[in-house]
């Protein structure tokens, strides 16, 4: 008799079905917080650990099955965030999967602003967006090669921005920050070819969630903007197919008009410096 369907084995995933642990930077509110939520109702069930810095929505996320809340503030010194990533591994040695969400966003008006209220959120901006994020990587990154080298499949994903691809001028260094995540995570990939750490990117559109509150802009950009849950669908279906890139939206409009074909120019300057 020939094999039914049913006697296929499962293909062996190597996106994020395949995770045991996965740390969301930024979870206590909008995309982290729906990707926690989202990636831990996996019927795999990863341990998620959803770290962010308000207390009372960290006390939220811990009722939630599979959930484990984590203080964890980015921006300043480097210091705290090399302590935090020793401890992180040392509570979770099976942290394969990193969620480099967290971000902050300050429109500047250089017309306008003064150097005094300008430079202090240029400086807050890239710490958060940025070198934080890029901290956190090279701290974790020893422990990911090593679980990698045993065969598990780890994954580096960095959330960055379709304005990380063509500037919104009204909020030039949030653009700058994440056009710079968005270089640096190229690199990376290639720096890391072969050895059982992929690096994505997920690139949003203007997408409903608490960041612009602070700006007083949401009421507008909530009629125009993807969704929340459409958004998060749209990340999980890239996230589960294990894809370099997930493009979404208009972030998926300017990333085919303007990205195709720049990683195969990168891997030649990797081979000719
Ligand atoms: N929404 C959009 O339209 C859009 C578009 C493109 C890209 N993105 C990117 O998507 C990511 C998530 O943003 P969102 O839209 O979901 O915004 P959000 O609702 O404002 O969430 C931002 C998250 O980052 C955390 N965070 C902010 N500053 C932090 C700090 N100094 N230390 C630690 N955590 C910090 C916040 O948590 P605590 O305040 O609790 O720390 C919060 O959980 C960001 O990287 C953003 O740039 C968003």
Excluded at 146 to 154: D, N, Q
């Amino acid at each position: 008799m020939p094999p039914q369907e049913s006697d296929t084995p499962p293909q062996a995933s190597t996106g994020i079905d395949a995770a045991r642990c996965v740390l969301v930077t930024g979870a206590t509110s909008g995309i982290g917080r729906a990707l926690a939520l989202a990636i831990a109702a996996l019927p795999s069930a990863p341990t998620v650990v959803a770290a962010g810095r308000r207390a009372a929505r960290l006390a939220e996320l811990a009722q939630v099955k599979g959930v484990e809340p984590l203080a964890l503030a980015l921006g300043g010194d480097l210091g705290p965030l090399k302590e935090a990533a020793d401890a992180l591994i040392a509570r979770f040695p099976d942290l394969d999967t990193l969620i480099l969400n967290a971000g902050v966003q300050y429109p500047t008006n250089f017309q306008r602003d003064t150097a005094d209220d300008i430079l202090p959120r240029v400086l807050d901006e890239l710490a958060v967006n940025y070198t934080s994020v890029v901290a956190l990587i090279t701290y974790l990154l020893p422990h990911l090669l090593k679980l990698a080298a045993t065969g598990r499949a780890c994954a580096i994903v960095v959330v960055t921005s379709a304005v990380g691809i063509v500037p919104a001028p009204l909020v030039p260094t949030y653009c700058a920050s994440k056009a710079a995540l968005r270089s640096f995570a190229s690199s990376l990939r290639v720096q890391l070819a072969g050895t059982g750490v992929r690096v994505m990117d997920i690139i949003p559109p203007l997408v409903e969630s608490e960041l612009h509150d602070a700006q007083g802009t949401t009421a507008v950009l909530s009629k125009i903007w993807m969704p929340l849950d459409e958004f998060t669908k749209s990340v999980m279906e890239g996230l589960q197919a294990g894809n370099d890139y997930i493009p979404v939206g208009f972030g998926a409009q300017l990333f085919e008009k303007f990205e195709k074909g720049k990683d195969e120019i990168s891997k030649q300057l990797a081979r000719n410096p």
